[in-house]
């Protein structure tokens, strides 16, 4: 009877120790499920989050893109619009250079014809030295104005050409002569023609 008993006391300890390794596992499986959905559950939200991050960042590349072509495009509208502006006005200064020079340069000439044609003395004389002196400003002042704009708006090279300095140098003098002798001064250039020296220049004169 106490040998049954023991042995079925042995049997009942079996099973429960069997019992309780089975619950065991299965806490250990529940837990390592539960892990594992927390797992994923941190995965998906990361992959959610890197994904809109990615979105957002596109999105910001795309906005900054359109803007970029939209800047670019009226940029070169503004340019275009300037380039037709600087056409237009170097087609108006090309011309009006001689339309402009031409009345400046014929008074210029008549008033001299007409002062030396007169016989004035005193105050008169003064007067008339006066008008000369500012028809030549008015005439150099605007062959200057007209140089730099021409100058300004040029898009290429200046022709160049070779040019004796002696003779470009009495050219000069003789034109400023004709101011100096007005002021009772003198100015003296002495040049020997045998020995010219010719250098490369620039050409500004536009017409």
């Known amino acids: 009877m106490h040998i049954a008993d023991s042995l079925q006391r042995k049997e009942q300890l079996k099973t429960i120790g069997e019992l309780q390794v089975s619950d065991e596992m299965d806490k250990l499986k529940l837990s390592k499920a539960r892990l594992s959905s927390r797992n994923?559950?941190?995965?998906?939200?990361?992959?959610?989050?890197?994904?809109?991050?990615?979105?957002?960042?596109?999105?910001?590349?795309?906005?900054?893109?359109?803007?970029?072509?939209?800047?670019?495009?009226?940029?070169l509208q503004q340019r275009e619009k300037a380039l037709k502006s600087e056409k237009?006005?170097?087609?108006?200064?090309?011309?009006?250079?001689?339309?402009?020079?031409?009345?400046?340069?014929?008074i210029s000439g008549f008033t001299a014809l007409i002062v030396e044609d007169l016989e004035t003395t005193g105050y008169q004389n003064e007067y008339n030295e006066i008008i000369q002196e500012s028809c030549d400003h008015l005439t150099n002042l605007l062959d200057d104005m007209l140089e730099v704009a021409?100058?300004?708006?040029?898009?290429?090279?200046?022709?160049?050409?070779?040019?004796?300095?002696?003779?470009?140098?009495?050219?000069?003098?003789?034109?400023?002569?004709?101011?100096?002798?007005?002021?009772?001064?003198?100015?003296?250039?002495?040049?020997?023609?045998s020995s010219s020296l010719f250098v490369l220049m620039q050409n500004i004169f536009p017409c």
Not at 41 to 50: E, P, V, Y
Not at 164 to 182: G, H, P, T, V, Y
């Open 150 to 193: 021409y100058l300004e708006n040029l898009n290429k090279d200046l022709p160049t050409d070779l040019v004796d300095i002696n003779k470009l140098c009495k050219q000069e003098m003789e034109a400023i002569q004709k101011s100096i002798l007005r002021k009772k001064s003198f100015i003296n250039f002495t040049y020997h023609p």
């Open 40 to 75: 994923h559950t941190i995965a998906l939200i990361s992959a959610i989050t890197l994904l809109c991050l990615l979105i957002g960042f596109a999105l910001y590349l795309y906005l900054n893109l359109k803007r970029t072509q939209k800047l670019h495009n009226k940029l």
């Open 88 to 106: 237009q006005k170097n087609a108006f200064i090309n011309s009006i250079c001689h339309e402009v020079r031409t009345p400046p340069n014929s």
